[in-house]
């Protein structure tokens, strides 16, 4: 019988050390690269916030400047839009109350600060919005402008919510300013003020566009009413809960 070699005896031992080196850096990198990758795809997501918000300031300020009104707000929509290209023959809802602000329930039907999402769509000053499906109907997300990091917008002076209030603490902001909420409406009861990101995500956005401080500035966190499975958006310290926290925000226009 022909004797094995110590040559052969050393191939069949197994990987040596630096071949075991070499696969751990190369995992190693992999994850690495999903990581990042994951990392850049949320920072995406992040900015495209902010540019929703510009997009979506940008129709109102032109909106108003045009037709010398606030979109929902504008007495009459019918004579001065032009609804060629919107699907509609008219809006089912004559018209605002031309006080200066966008009033009524979020989400609710026929309300102002809905049909105020009609008046920019069918205006083609805000191309992502189908007024003829959102005219005279209620807000939500299959309709609503959504957001690629989660949840939908909803606007209005204020932020008062519905009869059944808001989870927003609305003495942190102006009554006369406009905000966008972004959020969910898991139980539908008239504001989208449910979570909907994880609150080291709009931490990072409250720091890219204000000051990150979830109670003070332009971009604020809700104060109150997570969902049974979510964690609250703000600590103690009145500091965005980063760690486990969920939330919904509002964006001053």
């Given at each position: 019988m022909k004797p094995v070699s110590s040559h052969t005896r050393r191939q069949r031992g197994g990987f040596s050390l630096v071949e075991l080196a070499v696969v751990l850096v190369i995992i190693g990198l992999i994850v690495g690269g999903v990581l990042k990758g994951q990392e850049l795809v949320t920072s995406a997501q992040i900015n495209a916030v902010q540019t929703d918000a510009n997009k979506i300031r940008t129709a109102v300020n032109t909106f108003r400047n045009k037709f010398l009104a606030l979109p929902g707000d504008i007495q009459n929509p019918d004579a001065v839009i032009d609804l060629s290209s919107s699907g509609l023959s008219s809006f089912s809802e004559g018209g605002g109350n031309?006080?200066?602000q966008i009033e009524g329930d979020r989400l609710d039907a026929?309300?102002?600060?809905?049909?105020?999402?009609?008046?920019?769509?069918?205006?083609?000053?805000?191309?992502?919005?189908?007024?003829?499906?959102?005219?005279?109907?209620?807000?939500?997300?299959?309709?609503?402008m959504t957001s690629g990091i989660g949840g939908f917008y909803s606007m209005k002076t204020g932020?008062?919510?519905?009869?059944?209030g808001t989870n927003f603490d609305a003495s942190l902001v102006a009554e006369h300013g406009i905000w966008l909420m972004l959020g969910t409406d898991p139980i539908g009861d008239g504001d989208n003020d449910d979570p909907a990101i994880a609150a080291d995500n709009a931490a990072e956005l409250d720091r890219k566009i204000d000051d990150g401080d979830p109670v003070t500035g332009?971009?604020?966190?809700?104060?109150?009413?997570?969902?049974?499975?979510q964690q609250e958006c703000i600590n103690d310290a009145d500091r965005y809960a980063v760690e486990t926290g969920t939330c919904a925000i509002a964006l001053k226009l």
């Open positions: 031309d006080n200066g026929g309300t102002e600060a809905v049909q105020a999402w009609a008046h920019l769509g069918a205006s083609g000053l805000l191309n992502e919005i189908d007024a003829e499906a959102i005219d005279g109907n209620h807000l939500d997300a299959a309709e609503a932020l008062t919510g519905s009869e059944n332009d971009v604020i966190g809700n104060s109150d009413g997570p969902g049974a499975d």
